[in-house]
T-cell receptor, first 114, second 113 residues
Framework: DTAVSQTPKYLVTQMGNDKSIKCEQNLGHDTMYWYKQDSKKFLKIMFSYNNKELIINETVPNRFSPKSPDKAHLNLHINSLELGDSAVYFC?????????????FGAGTRLSVL | KNQVEQSPQSLIILEGKNCTLQCNYTVSPFSNLRWYKQDTGRGPVSLTIMTFSENTKSNGRYTATLDADTKQSSLHITASQLSDSASYICVAHGSSNTGKLIFGQGTTLQVKP
């Protein structure tokens, strides 16, 4: 029944490792997002896909690579993890990418890099 | 620089009391303003969304106001309940062409019995 689901919920890993976070939405939405919430709790957009096409790509290290195999999925792969990557990562989706659309968020993935 | 500032940073109130959270934004061009509620360990959930032409919008015990001239918004919570304990985030939509949102830092509200 979960509208936007992310896995895993917690991820603890060593510096230098490569990891992936998966996101799936069952709302039939066309647009999906990845956000990073830092220790100060600000949420910042990282990427946005509309119908599997990248439409927002903020200033994010190229170690972060999103992949959207279909409209319902947007995965985030992170190479060579660094301490500063520790944060909570949220996936979200919306019906479309216009200003009027409400975004629905997943529960978040708490990434800890040791 | 597009940004959203919220006050207070944290707030403690007794159950049954009312409270008002404040938000100032400097986002241009401005499309709409949203309030989200984020429970601990969960993702944000939308409470209200207002365009620049709307002054107030209610969602149950939550009432949001918007003054597009002064670029200020407030969220009023009436007859608070323990379940209102959460972080409340003010979010400005800075463009009409993309889904890019500018988030405030949030106000952490604790409702005590």
């Amino acid at each position: 029944d979960t509208a936007v689901s992310q896995t895993p919920k917690y991820l603890v890993t060593q510096m230098g490792n490569d990891k992936s976070i998966k996101c799936e939405q069952n709302l039939g939405h066309d647009t999906m997002y990845w956000y990073k919430q830092d220790s100060k709790k600000f949420l910042k957009i990282m990427f946005s896909y509309n119908n599997k096409e990248l439409i927002i790509n903020e200033t994010v290290p190229n170690r972060f690579s999103p992949k959207s195999p279909d409209k319902a999925h947007l995965n985030l792969h992170i190479n060579s993890l660094e301490l500063g990557d520790s944060a909570v990562y949220f996936c979200a989706s919306s019906r479309g990418w216009g200003a009027e659309n409400i975004q629905y968020f997943g529960a978040g993935t708490r990434l800890s890099v040791l | 620089k597009n940004q959203v500032e919220q006050s207070p940073q944290s707030l403690i109130i007794l159950e049954g009391k009312n409270c008002t959270l404040q938000c100032n934004y400097t986002v241009s061009p401005f499309s709409n303003l949203r309030w989200y509620k984020q429970d601990t360990g969960r993702g944000p959930v939308s409470l209200t969304i207002m365009t620049f032409s709307e002054n107030t919008k209610s969602n149950g015990r939550y009432t949001a106001t918007l003054d597009a001239d002064t670029k200020q918004s407030s969220l009023h919570i009436t007859a608070s309940q323990l379940s209102d304990s959460a972080s409340y985030i003010c979010v400005a939509h800075g463009s009409s062409n993309t889904g890019k949102l500018i988030f405030g830092q949030g106000t952490t509200l604790q409702v005590k019995p």
